[in-house]
């Protein structure tokens, strides 16, 4: 066996077809028990639940490859701890932890050509989701349920890596106060599409969502966590029961306290206190850290003291200890490493 031969270095954020993926189907009442499959298509009856009512929840990781050619992912047991609670939330089987994690072992040794090698920059993203398949057309949830987990080899999100990275104050929100913001799923994926592509089309590589009941408190970005770096030196992270429970931005957390000593401040975070603050970056499994240089506010222009040509420095020295972890370099806390071969 050898490794794919691909451009590592310039693969971008995309999909591509990898060899294995793992399939498990619930039906009557218990999951069939799973299995690596070669087929990449999923055929699904039309009336199937998540095909009318969005009946979905997913979770993305990385696979990387160390030095010494192991292979290991990056808190697995975490990401099977989230879908568990993602499911309870939209009322769907939840997808039993222990077997999540031995998934994802299984899709790992089966892709294991298509694992990056260690230093190309490039990962593995794991991607599991989970659907109702029932066909049902009055609205209720499925009885029956099909657990998927496919790979696809991935370069940096954000084009440019650590380059820092402009975003907008959104025009829409994408999460309600007592709604599913906290929920990994599709259905907060949907509504957020217009105000990404007009982001785009602004010149901005996101959206900052404001907290939608009374837009004061930053919440996050579409698809990453935001985070901070005071007038102190300190981390000051946005805390709302709306956003995503980043486990990126929870590692950060852990790190800022205990590796690089930092004072972490997790609180309410007011849109106008952005002014005076240092550093800002997005955190998530996709876009690692991305260090923010610019945020735009309608006619409002806030240029971080950082600024647009490279990240703040403890932003840096964040980046450096949380990747330097996830390849190797760095030693990380007991049981965020777990090691498939
Ligand atoms: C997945 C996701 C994140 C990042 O979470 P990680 O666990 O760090 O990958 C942040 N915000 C949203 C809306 C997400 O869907």
């Not at 408190?217 to 709302?240: A, M």
Request: proline content about 6%; overall charge negative; glycine content about 8%.
């Amino acid at each position: 066996m050898a490794k794919k031969d691909l451009d590592w270095a310039n693969i971008g954020f995309g999909y591509h077809q990898t060899d294995k993926r793992y399939v498990d189907y619930f039906h009557d009442g218990a999951w069939e028990g799973g299995k690596l499959t070669d087929d990449p298509n999923v055929v699904l009856n039309e009336c199937a639940e998540t095909l009318q009512y969005a009946q979905q929840v997913f979770e993305g990781m990385k696979a990387y490859t160390w030095k010494d050619g192991s292979v290991v992912v990056f808190r697995p047991d975490q990401n099977a701890e989230r879908m568990y609670n993602s499911a309870k939330r939209i009322e769907m089987q939840p997808y039993p932890k222990d077997k999540f994690v031995e998934a994802i072992d299984q899709v790992v040794k089966g892709n294991v050509d298509w694992v990056p090698p260690y230093g190309s920059g490039a990962t593995l993203y794991l991607r599991p989701y989970e659907i109702g398949t029932t066909p049902i057309i009055g609205v209720a949830p499925a009885t029956d349920y099909m657990f998927r987990i496919f790979a696809t080899p991935v370069g940096p999100y954000y084009k440019g890596g650590a380059t820092p990275v402009a975003v907008q104050v959104a025009q829409y929100d994408r999460a309600a106060p007592r709604g599913t913001g906290h929920v990994k799923a599709a259905l907060n994926y949907a509504m957020s599409l217009k105000a990404t592509v007009d982001a785009h089309q602004a010149g901005f590589a996101e959206n900052m969502y404001l907290d939608p009941a009374t837009q004061t408190y930053i919440e996050e970005t579409g698809g990453s966590n935001i985070i901070f770096i005071d007038q102190n030196n300190h981390l000051v992270v946005p805390k709302s029961n709306s956003i995503l429970p980043s486990i990126t931005r929870r590692s950060i957390v852990y790190l800022a306290e205990h590796y690089l000593n930092l004072t972490v401040e997790e609180r309410q975070v007011r849109f106008d206190e952005v002014p005076s603050f240092k550093e800002c970056a997005l955190v998530g499994t996709a876009a690692v850290l991305s260090p923010v240089g610019r945020i735009v506010n309608g006619d409002q222009v806030i240029d971080l003291p950082s600024g647009m040509d490279k990240p703040g420095k403890f932003m840096e020295e964040l980046y450096n200890t949380l990747t330097g972890i996830q390849n190797g370099e760095v030693e990380a806390p007991e049981g965020w490493i777990h090691h498939v071969m």
